[in-house]
């Protein structure tokens, strides 16, 4: 698709009349890329908020904000951007007048219009995305790439869509390869995936033997692409997908709980996941860094687990606890 991309480059006070000056011209739909953002999630006011930054993100904080907006190229959408061009010109002289006070300063207001097509590059990313062995015996194929079965793999054909998990992340399948070894051994018939994505995690569990899966995530989008690549990969009649946040309204009991999240949430989610298991059963998470393996075994301790087993790769570990029997 051809579309027109408009960059107004502005400072952190700047960003507020930009935007109400693109609502005089009927323009709501606006994307803010300010440093100040990051700084401020750094600051970390939920411990849950964010768990890594890539060094790219932090080495950027001192650009200059930009406000962007998206259209598709029509001659509307043209005459359109060249109103934008005239109205931050015009933004520009009132704040040179003293209009918005006195030394005020909104950056250097200048506006880029950019005319694109995507068609080159909106799919690109999937051509890194190929068939990959992630455990002993299952091989994670794109739907969009051919793939001959010696025979022996179970394969789960996947489309990420808008939602994460394809299984070559370290985190995924660190997980697949802990729901193969662990429903071998403790007989599991029911799993829960906690926080879906793509569903590829209630997938495998299928595919590796369970009676009954059911995967919840907050994100609805997500649950949508999960039960098309559930249907997908036919396994319908074993597991589900539903939205639902697991320490409310969600009425399910599972010889293994597994969640590939984050070491915050992981640790919210400690308490709530033993009163989903049954009795011996296991807790598998990931997405939890390294650095960060301690503080996470000491919670699931805390909250009447056994730790089973750990796994680390690349910066990421994942971790196997068991419900600690009553005494």
């Not at 698709?1 to 000056?21: L, P, Q, R, S």
């Not at 060094?55 to 043209?78: H, K, N, Q, W, Y």
């Not at 209630?202 to 059911?214: F, H, P, Q, T, Y």
């Not at 640790?267 to 301690?294: N, Q, R």
């Amino acid at each position: 698709m051809k579309y027109i991309e408009i960059k107004i480059t502005t400072n952190h006070a700047g960003t507020e009349a930009v935007a109400a000056a693109l609502l005089d011209l009927g323009i709501t739909d606006i994307a803010v890329d300010d440093p100040a953002d990051v700084e401020e999630i750094m600051e970390k006011k939920e411990g849950y908020e964010w768990d890594y930054i890539e060094d790219d993100v932090i080495t950027g904080l001192d650009r200059a904000p930009v406000v962007s907006v998206f259209m598709e190229d029509t001659p509307e959408s043209r005459e359109l951007a060249r109103a934008v061009e005239t109205k931050i010109r015009g933004l520009r002289d009132d704040v040179k007048k003293g209009v918005y006070g006195d030394g005020v300063t909104f950056g250097e207001l200048s506006a880029e219009v950019n005319f694109e097509d995507d068609s080159q590059w909106k799919d690109r990313w999937k051509e890194y995305f190929k068939p990959s062995a992630v455990s002993e015996s299952i091989v994670v194929k794109p739907t969009w790439e051919e793939y001959h079965n010696p025979g022996d793999k179970l394969v789960i054909e996947i489309d990420p869509g808008m939602a994460f998990g394809t299984g070559t992340h370290a985190t995924t399948s660190m997980c697949i390869r802990m729901l193969e070894k662990y429903m071998k051994k403790g007989g599991a018939e029911t799993v829960l995936d906690v926080g879906c994505g793509s569903g590829i995690l209630s997938i495998a569990a299928a595919k590796l033997g369970a009676r009954d899966v059911l995967g919840i995530d907050i994100d609805e989008t997500a649950v949508e692409v999960a039960k098309e690549n559930i249907a997908l990969n036919g396994v319908s009649d074993i597991a589900s997908a539903g939205a639902g946040d697991l320490t409310k309204g969600v009425d399910y009991r599972a010889d293994i709980v597994v969640a590939n999240l984050m070491a915050d949430l992981v640790i919210m989610l400690s308490k709530d996941a033993a009163k989903h298991m049954t009795c011996g059963g296991y807790f598998i998470s990931s997405g939890i860094l390294v650095e960060k393996e301690e503080t996470v075994k000491e919670k699931l301790e805390e909250e009447g687990f056994n730790i089973v087993e750990t796994a680390e790769e690349d910066e990421w570990c994942c971790i196997v606890a068991q419900v600690r029997p009553e005494e």
